[in-house]
């Protein structure tokens, strides 16, 4: 038996979105979270994974035909650079703009961009100023 890792961290086990064109969805994710050191998995079943967030085709026998509409997700980036990175990979991937990165006001050091994907959810990259983890993220092999 093969052993899976799965690494987990927060609130979120996972996220999927089911959308239109599955193609152009792995072209978008494929290049804006290669900026933020997220590896994606594609498969030959109608999805592709990223860590929490599965992206499927309607036809994916999970997502029972249906789209999953508009949703707002946000990733954590190391620093502003990569969120300025992950905005220019957006824009030149099938993104559009819905916020240049920019400090925001919902705290001092929160620095985000904000892009539509080509299903038009408002994907974010936030980095939320220096900050020390006591961990990069919870292993969980089984």
Do not use: C
């Amino acid at each position: 038996m093969e052993t899976n890792e799965l690494h987990r961290g927060r609130l979120i086990d996972h996220l999927q979105l089911v959308v239109r064109d599955l193609q152009a969805s792995l072209n978008f994710y494929t290049a804006v979270l290669a900026v933020l050191d997220i590896p994606i998995v594609s498969t030959d079943q109608d999805y592709f994974w990223a860590d929490e967030l599965v992206v499927s085709s309607a036809e994916s026998p999970t997502a029972l035909g249906v789209l999953t509409g508009r949703h707002h997700l946000a990733f954590q980036a190391k620093n502003r650079a990569t969120v300025d990175a992950f905005y220019r990979a957006a824009m030149d991937h099938g993104g559009r703009d819905n916020g240049a990165p920019s400090e925001r006001a919902y705290h001092p050091g929160y620095y985000a961009a904000f892009v539509l994907d080509p299903d038009g959810n408002n994907i974010e990259a936030v980095y939320h100023g220096e900050a020390r983890r006591s961990a990069r993220s919870v292993t969980i092999a089984f």
